[in-house]
Each structure stands twice: as C-alpha cells, then as structure tokens.
C-alpha cells in the first residue's frame, strides 16, 4: 500500500502564483519528511527536508509546512516562476527501520509566464 | 564534482532477454539504492547495499532481479527474462552516510522498455 499519499496529481499556476502541494502518511515512526524535484529525462533532486519538530522550514522560496498530530505536510513554493515547472516527489523515511526513502506518486507542476 | 552516472541511458529488450544496468555512485559514498519508477509514479525501493554488502533486498519484485556491488563502488542491477511489466525508469542514488542515509543523491536513471 502506497506509505505517503500525495495530491494533487497535477497543478497549473500563473507565474507569481503559490502553488501546495499535499501529503499525508499513517506511520508514526518517520521523522524524515524530504522533497524532491524532478525534471524530465532526469533523476529525482534533493530540495528540502524538515524532521518533526519543527512546524515549519523555509530555503529560499520553497517553504515545507509540518503538521504533527495531522501527519500531514506540504510544500508551498513562493513567487512561483515557468522554470518551477517539474513533477515534485515527498518522501518520508523512518530512521530506525527501513533504510529506504518511500515516495508519494508524485505531482505534475506546470507555471504558466 | 562528478554525480551519480548510469548506463546505459535507454535500453530496448526483447521479452526474455536478460539485461544489465550500471550504477556508478559518487565517489567514497558508502551507500546505495536502486528503486524503480514506473511511468507517472514515485521511485519504489527496490535494493539497498552498504558497501559490498547487501543489507535489504525487501523491494525486488521477484527472483529475475539480482543486484551487485562486489566492490563497494559500481553496482549492477541484473534483469533475467524480461517481462513487459519491467518497463520502468530504473534508478540509483548513493549516500556518504552509513546510518539514516537521508540525503540520497539519484542518477538520471535508466529508461528500460521491454517489448
């Protein structure tokens, strides 16, 4: 069964716009919540992470919202501009089990100029 | 510095073919990972090794997927009598860290379409 559900499955935004992207997951033992971007015809990249003890973590324009007790987080990419365009991946790992990150299925972005 | 370089890029096989896919990690990582991407879907675990040794085979679908790290640096993914429902992009991705391994650090990829 799919560990991290992510919605939408795709997002069109003006340029300018904040396009969130959501996801939720049931086991409590991850405390590694990464987002990754992903280009066409290339791997997946590292954008930003958060643990949970934070709420929130902000690197540039790309801001990661944590919800502990929800067990829900999201990404919010601020002043959004045609070369976000790309499918964007959450993850999450549990540091004490499973070596392996598991990913959501992954949202299609498209930034319209 | 060099990434994480797999090859090859594309890779075309007969149903029944068996087929090999390399891995090249950044250089010292100690960690490594194949997951697997199907068209429109988020990579799937499939193998992970610490070294030469392989610590998890958990995701590998079934016993046509055999990987190898012999040295602890190149690794191969092997595919024996390939079915339709290998197609997928076949990822690496390596990690200096031995424990957590939280940034993974992934290839291009190798798009592999069984016909």
């Known amino acids: 069964q799919q560990q991290v559900k992510q919605s939408p499955q795709s997002l069109i935004v003006q340029k300018g716009g904040i396009p969130i992207i959501n996801c939720a997951y049931e086991?409590?033992?991850?405390?590694?919540f990464p987002w990754y971007q992903q280009f066409p015809g290339k791997g997946p990249a590292l954008l930003i992470a958060?643990?949970?003890?934070?709420s929130e973590k902000k690197e540039g324009r790309f801001t990661i919202s944590f919800n502990k007790s929800a067990k829900q987080f999201s990404l919010h990419i601020m002043d959004s501009q045609p070369g976000d365009s790309a499918t964007y991946f959450c993850?999450?790992?549990?540091?004490?089990?499973?070596?392996?990150?598991?990913f959501g299925t992954g949202t299609r972005l498209t930034v319209i100029p | 510095g060099a990434g994480v370089s797999q090859s090859p890029r594309y890779k075309v096989a007969k149903r029944g073919q068996d087929v090999a896919l390399r891995c090249d990690p950044i250089s010292g990582h100690v960690s490594l990972f194949w997951y697997q991407q199907a068209l429109g879907q988020g990579p799937e675990f499939l193998t992970y090794f610490q070294n030469e040794a392989q610590l998890d085979k958990s995701g590998l679908p079934s016993d046509r997927f055999f990987a190898e790290r012999p040295e602890g640096s190149v690794s191969t993914l092997k595919i024996q009598r390939t079915q339709q429902e290998d197609s997928a992009v076949y990822l690496c991705?390596?990690?200096?860290?031995?424990?957590?391994?939280?940034?993974?650090?992934f290839g291009p990829g190798t798009r592999l379409l069984v016909l």
């Open positions: 086991n409590t033992a991850f405390d590694y």
């Open positions: 993850a999450a790992k549990d540091q004490t089990g499973a070596n392996n990150l598991f």
């Open positions: 958060i643990r949970p003890d934070v």
């Open positions: 991705a390596s990690s200096p860290e031995e424990d957590y391994q939280e940034t993974q650090y």
